[in-house]
């Protein structure tokens, strides 16, 4: 007898009381449109302050497909969320947020591209209902790391879609303290698949992540993705050494020929000073920025810490 392959549904949790229970009834009514394939619906909730520990125990006590993590404290989403992914047992794990912003009914067509041969299949945006200055900020920071990447970036993508059990095992083979899917999967060169969709809104309650967040997970990501800001940091170095050479010779000369009349005057002083300081302060926070990721490797922290699993066998 030939087993149902396994299809691993995650979905990491913040205070999500009014979205968790609504998120695993539209799974399991999706699954259920899949009678050939069975399935694990694998949470992990990072500390909640509102009802969700409680309404996951329930699930998990009424449905053992059902398996839950529960962590000591918020450990943020990309810690958390890297975790209980890699938690994942199926023959296809796929990850959606509990937000509704990544659409349960896209499963089937992640599944059916799987099943032709890709390995990873990725919800592509065309649009978002969420606010316009933050997509606008998404599109560009998207450009961005385009232009800095050490290999070509797919744009417009998450991270949420599906992942083969081989690229899983490569993703947790890697030990990396703090994942970036995207940025990895670009890296390890597989072939993606995308399934287009528009983003809604969210469904309920609010994100966790504000603007400042999002900069800092993207000055983050540029970071491990591409050495090319440090390469910059001294290509700027040598040009502005160049001005200020070009500049000293200029007033040099000037002097020279009109030693009387030419009056140096102390604003291209101070506006140098201030040139050459602002430079400074940003190589060195060029700089700064891989000292952390080094930081965060060489200190080999867990990525959590649980306080108790729900479901799980082992």
Not at 10 to 31: L, R, S
Not at 114 to 132: I, L, M, P, Q, T
Not at 193 to 202: E, I, L, M, N, T
Not at 285 to 310: D, F, N, Q
Request: aromatic share 14%; hydrophobic share 40%; net charge neutral.
């Amino acid at each position: 007898m030939i087993e149902n392959k396994i299809i691993s549904i995650f979905t990491p949790c913040y205070n999500e009381e009014g979205n968790v229970y609504n998120m695993y009834a539209a799974i399991k009514n999706v699954m259920e449109l899949l009678p050939t394939y069975d399935y694990e619906h694998v949470f992990i909730d990072n500390c909640s302050q509102d009802n969700t520990p409680e309404i996951l125990r329930n699930i998990a006590a009424d449905d053992k497909r059902v398996k839950v993590i529960f962590n000591v404290r918020n450990f943020g989403p990309s810690r958390s969320g890297s975790y209980g992914f890699y938690q994942t047992t199926g023959d296809a794990s796929i990850c959606l947020a509990c937000d509704f912003q990544d659409p349960p009914e896209l499963i089937p067509q992640f599944i059916e591209m799987w099943e032709k041969g890709y390995k990873v299949v990725w919800g592509k945006k065309e649009g978002s209902g969420e606010n316009g200055f933050l997509y606008l900020m998404r599109k560009i920071y998207y450009k961005i790391s385009s232009i800095f990447a050490d290999v070509p970036q797919h744009e417009d993508v998450t991270g949420f879609g599906l992942y083969d059990r081989e690229v899983m095992d490569h993703l947790r083979a890697t030990g990396d303290p703090n994942p970036y899917f995207r940025i990895m999967i670009a890296d390890f060169g597989y072939e993606v698949g995308f399934v287009s969709y528009h983003q809604p809104k969210r469904k309920s309650g609010r994100s966790s992540y504000n603007l400042i967040r999002y900069m800092m997970l993207a000055i983050s990501s540029i970071a491990n993705t591409s050495k090319a800001p440090l390469r910059l940091a001294s290509f700027l170095g040598v040009i502005i050494s160049c001005i200020c050479f070009i500049v000293a010779l200029y007033y040099l000369v000037m002097k020279l020929i009109f030693w009387y009349s030419f009056d140096m005057g102390f604003a291209p002083i101070v506006i140098g000073v201030f040139f050459l300081g602002g430079i400074q302060l940003l190589v060195l926070g060029i700089i700064g920025e891989y000292i952390g990721e080094i930081l965060t490797r060489v200190t080999k922290r867990p990525m959590v810490v649980e306080r108790e699993r729900l479901n799980f066998k082992d």
